[in-house]
């Protein structure tokens, strides 16, 4: 990777020299960065969808990120969201999306409150909406039911509950951390506790009140570690 300047600078040239050289290299310039970057033809290693990145620096086969943004978005089966096209091109959607509301090659509709990206070609947009309303239907019939949703987070919370009181050894009665099972127990609430604070916050149907017997475990736990003592027997044991 490299920009104009240290080009200029190796070859001992001028830069409009050097943008030629680029040219008959088939160079490839970054869609971010202000297109500051360029990289070799030979160099990229492209995935499917015709991108590749070098640490924070981004190319595509496509071109700059207009190029890009119209490629991804016709090759797609059902249209793409804004948060889709910013996962795939690595860039936050509000910073660029603006740019190409009105771009030839994409037309943009508002489905459900949501802006999907869709070809502009009759064929194929008619395709791309039809396969995004069966994906809509089909999210639709995953979660329609908030019963289901919350059987769910209660089953796993029973499951990460049983795994805790497995306990591997019967205890001898000499109490813990005297003995290796109550460690062991001691270490299942610590991972529990941090598996825990990690899914607390992710929402199945982006509602709090879905993770609440997560949550009541949760804080079951942290009174639990939280006491000092405990923690300097298991770090005596």
């Known amino acids: 990777m490299f920009t104009l300047e240290q080009l200029v600078s190796y070859l001992g040239c001028s830069a409009p020299t050097a943008r030629l050289r680029l040219k008959k290299w088939k160079s490839y310039t970054s869609y971010n960065k202000n297109g500051r970057y360029y990289s070799l033809h030979t160099v990229p290693r492209f995935d499917e969808n015709g ?22 978005v016709q090759r797609s089966p059902s249209g793409l969201t804004g948060k889709e ?68 987070t209660a089953l796993a919370t029973y499951t990460l509950i049983h795994w805790l009181f497995e306990a591997p050894h019967p205890s001898k009665g000499y109490g813990f951390p005297f003995e290796r099972p109550h460690l062991a127990f001691y270490e299942r609430l610590k991972k529990v506790h941090g598996l825990l604070t990690n899914i607390t916050y992710i929402y199945l149907r982006d509602k709090s009140k879905d993770n609440r017997s997560f949550i009541q475990v949760l804080k079951l736990l942290e009174e639990v570690l939280g006491d000092k003592e405990l923690k300097e027997s298991a770090a005596d044991g």
């Not at 990145?53 to 190319?59: G, L």
């Not at 409150?113 to 791309?128: A, M, T």
């Open 85 to 152: 096209i910013g996962d795939l091109v690595g860039l936050p959607p509000r910073s660029f999306l603006h740019h190409f509301r009105n771009t030839a090659g994409i037309y943009r509709e508002k489905i459900e409150g949501l802006y999907i990206y869709f070809s502009d070609d009759p064929g194929r947009y008619q395709r791309q909406t039809g396969n995004r309303s069966t994906l809509i239907v089909y999210q639709d019939k995953l979660f329609s039911d908030a019963d289901d949703v919350i059987i769910l």
């Open 51 to 72: 991108l590749w990145h070098y640490e924070h620096i981004f190319f595509s086969k496509s071109g700059n990120l207009k190029k890009t943004l119209i490629y991804l």
